[in-house]
Nanobody, 124 residues
Framework: QVQLAESGGGLVQAGGSLTLSCAAS????????MGWFRQAPGKEREFVAT????????IYGDSVKGRFTISRDNAKNTVYLQMNSLKSEDTAVYYC?????????????????WGQGTQVTVSS
């Protein structure tokens, strides 16, 4: 199983930008669909974005579409989430996840490997 570690979270003002990274170890991510999810206090885990193995196809949650960009560098075994135009409602713990899938899933239960999460706080 692949091990995942997120980084790059922090405190940012509304309207600002932040880039999260997810470094993988143990296995190459080239065989996995990679996704980002987030969970705010008192809320269920929410799908943010996913990218297929080649990086050529992505899917985004409605709340982040047009503001966030997911990308991957298989040579570096790393996945990224570029977040622009951040809003206070983007405040959450962000998780990276891997799925051994062909069709990129948006449901968290299809992902088998998870990182520990990184906190993103957007101040208004």
């Amino acid at each position: 199983q692949v091990q995942l570690a997120e980084s790059g979270g922090g405190l940012v003002q509304a309207g600002g930008s932040l880039t999260l990274s997810c470094a993988a170890s143990g296995r190459t991510i080239s065989a996995y669909v990679m996704g980002w999810f987030r969970q705010a206090p008192g809320k269920e885990r929410e799908f943010v974005a996913t990218v297929i193995q080649s990086g050529r196809s992505t899917i985004y949650g409605d709340s982040v579409k047009g503001r966030f960009t997911i990308s991957r560098d298989n040579a570096k075994n790393t996945v990224y989430l570029q977040m622009n135009s951040l809003k206070s409602e983007d405040t959450a713990v962000y998780y990276c996840a891997a799925a051994a899938a062909i069709i990129p899933p948006v449901s968290s239960d299809k992902y088998t490997s998870w990182g520990q999460g990184t906190q993103v706080t957007v101040s208004s």
